[in-house]
């Protein structure tokens, strides 16, 4: 596993602190009735797959910029600005989230989604539970949106739908504790989880600093067409 995955699925184990006292209550409510624990166990992870899958494709379809900017030789930029966005978002968390909100069209999309994801919660068929995870990582979340802008410092499309499966994978332990030990996860414990959030918030944002700092431009065909040849007599 390279640096820029490891960073991902770190990320992804701090953000669970987060998803566990906002999106918690979502697997809390899975039904998972009286069947055995393979059965919970499968529908917890059917649940988490389509989580993350969507974690995936969001990183794919971005992946494309990352690329783009990794050939004008703006990587180095963006790896900063996303850190900065991190460290930021510690320290001034509503300042940034009113930076990451979404349109109004997106709003009632939001809202639909919602909706939908409601009536997947009634439903007992394994596919609902994928249908719901895959829903459910469309939802509006702070720490998924840093997580995107990171997943273009990779560079590449491929890169960037790693990058996002790492984070999602990264945040599959708790994730999958709150469905077997619900009992647990109290409203007290899953604010205490929040609070740890920051802290590891803080130091990613600090590497993707020190990661743009560091990073070497790309040299492209244009500019290796500039390049001016030397020639060296005898």
Not at 22 to 36: D, H, K, S
Not at 115 to 141: D, E, F, T, V, W
């Amino acid at each position: 596993m390279d640096s820029i995955n490891f960073l991902a699925i770190t990320m992804g184990l701090m953000s669970s602190f987060h998803c566990v006292g906002m999106c918690g209550p979502i697997v809390l409510a899975l039904p998972l009735g009286n069947g055995t624990r393979l059965h919970q166990f499968i529908r917890i992870s059917i649940y988490n797959t389509g989580r993350i899958l969507t974690y995936s494709a969001l990183g794919l379809a971005l992946g494309s910029v990352g690329s783009t900017l990794a050939w004008i030789g703006y990587l180095r930029y963006l790896s900063i600005l996303a850190g900065a966005l991190m460290i930021a978002y510690v320290f001034w968390p509503a300042h940034v989230n009113r930076f990451l909100h979404m349109p109004g069209f997106w709003s009632k999309t939001v809202q639909r989604l919602k909706k939908s994801m409601s009536k997947r919660l009634k439903s007992r068929n394994l596919s609902s539970s994928m249908i719901l995870g895959a829903l459910n990582g469309l939802l509006p979340c702070g720490l998924v949106y840093l997580a995107l802008v990171s997943s273009v410092v990779t560079g590449d499309i491929i890169g960037g739908s790693t990058y996002m499966l790492f984070f999602g994978l990264g945040t599959l332990p708790a994730m999958m504790a709150v469905g077997f030990f619900r009992q647990w996860f109290t409203p007290f414990m899953r604010t205490r989880m929040r609070q740890l959030t920051p802290v590891m918030l803080c130091l990613a944002g600090i590497w993707l600093v020190a990661r743009g700092v560091v990073i070497q431009y790309p040299v492209t065909s244009s500019q290796q067409g500039r390049q001016i040849p030397i020639c060296h007599g005898k």
